[in-house]
């Protein structure tokens, strides 16, 4: 099986910056998409950024220029920088990754969510 935990979340005035981490641990052969989603109170889940393994990035039109995503795959884990906070940057963050098991019938990829981390922006 494949964990995802993320850390990083906080309270912080608006302007400031939070750097969110999800690490992956489990029986991987590698991770081939990863992302960060949101969700604030009273809405749907909406998509951040996603990094495919080839480093290839996407953001949502609201975070680019500000919001970073990078993965560093000796650790298998991806980050979220996140920079000139808006109280709308408020919301609780998962992670997720499309990973690559090995299973007794071969390779097998699933995707996987983390836990959540709270990011709060205050005005």
């Known amino acids: 099986q494949v964990q995802l935990v993320e850390s990083g979340g906080g309270l912080v005035q608006a302007g400031g910056s939070l750097r969110l981490s999800c690490a992956a641990s489990g029986s991987i052969v590698s991770i081939n998409r990863s992302g960060w989603y949101r969700q604030a109170p009273g809405k749907q889940r909406e998509l951040v950024a996603t990094?495919?393994?080839?480093?290839?990035?996407n953001y949502a039109d609201s975070v680019k220029g500000r919001f970073t995503i990078s993965r560093d795959n000796a650790k298998n884990t991806v980050y979220l920088q996140m920079n000139s906070l808006k109280p709308e940057d408020t919301a609780v963050y998962y992670c997720?990754?499309?990973?690559?098991?090995?299973?007794?019938?071969?390779?097998?990829?699933?995707?996987?969510w983390g836990q959540g981390t709270q990011a709060t922006v205050s005005s």
């Open positions: 990094i495919t393994s080839g480093n290839t990035t």
């Open positions: 997720y990754a499309e990973v690559t098991i090995a299973t007794r019938w071969g390779h097998r990829s699933y995707e996987y």
